[in-house]
């Protein structure tokens, strides 16, 4: 795997902590401007364009079937999500207080496991599944679920067919005569970030990169101009205003020969754990928010410290996840241990 992709994951996901860790400060200390520091949702946008460019890259000129293409995805995603979701429709029931976005409700938890578009029990308005931040999931297994299926398509016209069979779900959501939770959905341009990640993996496997003067600049540009639009715009424009830019830096960064540099090891790791870090960051948040207000730990309160306690405390939990959940760790951990004995 590319390494600027390893950066690119860790840097989204400290993003998306970032902007929930500022969310939370307002609940331990009602004194801080937050507003004027929340940034950082857009870190979902770079994972969507990531998503589409390493699905097309990894199954780009080798058969892949569409069954274990599932199997892979399904394997990855689905045992830590549905172990914290369940986890947190336990807290919910047992102790509602700690977890302010979501109460016990079972279709809502059915859905959820499902990766179906739900409304919020906790609040209405959203549509969310029981471990918020696993919204996007709901969109990353729609996505594998059509390219899974598309890879029975010849790999000259699978490109096509991709864009074909999501703009038609596309207007037909939009063109549905009611709106209903699932049309609200996937009748959301936002799906065309994925895509515009299979183009930039279709360019970079046929080489058409940005000279190298020019991607160091264009990354740049395209992080002040992410950052830049996610405070002029709202999310109902996310597609255009935060996905163009999400697109920008990941081809600039694709286009840096990143092998001529030296690795920046635990940023990279992070990458490699930025899925545990991303579902797991949550019961971070409440337990450090629910920490510094039974242990009046003063120096929390303060907005900075609490957003660098959440950030790391973040990291670090979702390395640990990261590490017990990896079947490879595991094997790893089993061979030495039979080395020894």
């Known amino acids: 795997m590319l390494v600027q992709l390893q950066y690119l994951r860790a840097i989204a996901a400290l993003m998306v902590v ?45 058969e892949v079937r569409p069954l274990d293409f599932y199997r892979r995805r399904i394997q990855r995603i689905v045992p830590l999500y549905w172990l914290a979701t369940l986890f947190s429709a336990a807290v919910a029931l047992v102790a509602p207080s700690i977890l302010k976005s979501t109460v016990f409700d079972i279709p809502h938890l059915a859905a959820s496991l499902l990766f179906l ?47 074909g069979t999501m703009t038609a779900i596309i207007l037909a959501c939009r063109l549905f005569p009611v709106e209903t939770t699932a049309t609200t959905v996937y009748g959301d341009p936002i799906i065309y970030e994925f895509l515009a990640g299979v183009v930039l993996a279709k ?43 999400a697109v920008v830096i990941l081809y600039s960064a694709v286009s840096i020969d990143f092998s001529k540099l030296p690795v920046i ?20 948040l409440a337990f450090l928010r629910v920490i510094c207000g039974v242990l009046k730990i003063d ?16 990291a670090i939990g979702g390395a640990i996840v990261h590490e017990l959940t990896t079947p490879s760790r595991w094997g790893k951990w089993k061979r030495k241990q039979t080395a020894i004995a």
């Open 18 to 62: 970032y902007f929930h860790s500022v969310l939370q400060v307002p609940k331990v200390n009602s004194g801080f401007d937050w507003q004027f520091h929340l940034f950082g949702e857009t870190g979902v946008d770079i994972f969507f364009v990531l998503s589409g460019f390493v699905m097309w890259l990894t199954t780009a000129g080798r």
């Open 117 to 163: 578009p739900w409304r919020n029990a906790a609040d209405p308005g959203l549509i969310a599944p029981v471990v918020v931040p696993g919204w996007t999931l709901n969109y990353e297994m729609f996505f594998y679920f059509v390219f899974g299926l598309l890879l029975l398509v010849r790999e000259k016209w699978r490109l096509y067919a991709l864009f």
């Open 203 to 245: 360019l970079y496997l046929e080489k058409i990169l940005l000279p190298q003067a020019v991607a160091w600049p264009a990354l740049v540009v395209g992080f002040a101009f992410l950052l830049i639009n996610e405070t002029l715009c709202d999310a109902s424009m996310r597609a255009f205003m935060w996905g163009i830019p």
């Open 265 to 284: 090891g635990w940023l990279s790791y992070l990458g490699d754990a930025s899925y545990s870090i991303y579902i797991t960051h949550a019961f971070t």
């Open 299 to 314: 120096i929390m309160a303060h907005g900075p410290v609490f957003v660098s306690f959440c950030m790391v405390g973040s």
